[in-house]
């Protein structure tokens, strides 16, 4: 069974200041993929990463994916209240449409 | 352009009884999927249906969930004889025809069992 684990589940910053979430998996994946989710919305999708050691920036947001396609992490530089959400990782394997979700890491940004 | 649409947003319902939730994918979407979410929680992968292959069901947690899909258009999840512990949000997605499946969510259906 594959499996993606996040880490950390929870975390609550101020605003200015720099995070990063993790996403870590033994399995490896043909791609990996963000989400944010804000309360009383659906997840929607902020980046897909492919190949292995690629990195991508969003703004202030930069997402890698590992060497062995196995992992993968998302930097925000001076998180912002508005960076506030939930956020969710999730990596596609190669043979099947599903997508394994990672449980998620709740961002506080206080003002 | 329209997005995946759920109705209803919420529904309240009292305990034993069947509710029916459905999801409107975005147009040309052959993948259409179904997760749960509890409260503060990530998604919890329920079925998946790809064009007119069998769905994938091995999320369903329990007999009591089934899920049907018309064609590659709108999906109706059923919950038959509800319990306590159904209440979550259910949340839909769907995905355009074979790629790196990036998915669209609905905005959900909060589900509270009385």
């Known amino acids: 069974t594959q499996l993606l684990e996040q880490s950390p589940q929870f975390l609550s910053i101020q605003e200015g200041e720099n995070l990063t979430v993790y996403c870590n998996s033994s399995?490896?994946?043909?791609?990996l993929q963000w989400y944010r989710q804000e309360p009383g919305e659906g997840p929607v999708l902020l980046v897909t990463?492919?190949?292995?050691?690629e990195v991508k920036k969003l703004k202030r947001l930069t997402f890698q994916f590992g060497d062995a396609r196995k992992d993968s992490s998302l930097h925000i530089t001076a998180a912002q209240p508005g960076d506030t959400g939930l956020y969710l990782c999730?990596?596609?394997?190669?043979?099947?449409?599903?997508?394994?979700f990672g449980q998620g890491t709740t961002l506080q940004v206080k003002p | 352009g329209a997005g995946v649409s759920q109705s209803p947003s919420n529904k309240v319902t009292e305990k034993g009884k069947d509710v029916e939730l459905r999801c409107d994918p975005i147009?040309?979407?052959?993948?259409l999927y179904w997760y749960r979410q509890r409260l503060g929680q990530g998604l919890e992968f329920l079925i998946y249906?790809?064009?007119?292959?069998?769905?994938?069901k091995s999320g369903l947690p329990s007999d009591r969930f089934s899920a049907e899909r018309t064609g590659e258009s709108v999906s109706t999840l059923t919950i038959q004889r509800t319990q306590q512990e159904d209440s979550a949000v259910y949340l839909c997605?769907?995905?355009?025809?074979?790629?790196?499946?990036?998915?669209?969510f609905g905005p959900g259906t909060r589900l509270t069992v009385l």
């Open positions: 990463v492919v190949t292995g050691g």
């Open positions: 999730a990596g596609a394997g190669s043979n099947t449409g599903k997508l394994i």
């Open positions: 997605a769907s995905s355009p025809p074979p790629g790196l499946n990036e998915q669209f």
């Open positions: 399995s490896v994946f043909s791609s």
């Open positions: 147009s040309g979407h052959t993948a």
């Open positions: 249906f790809q064009g007119n292959s069998a769905p994938d």
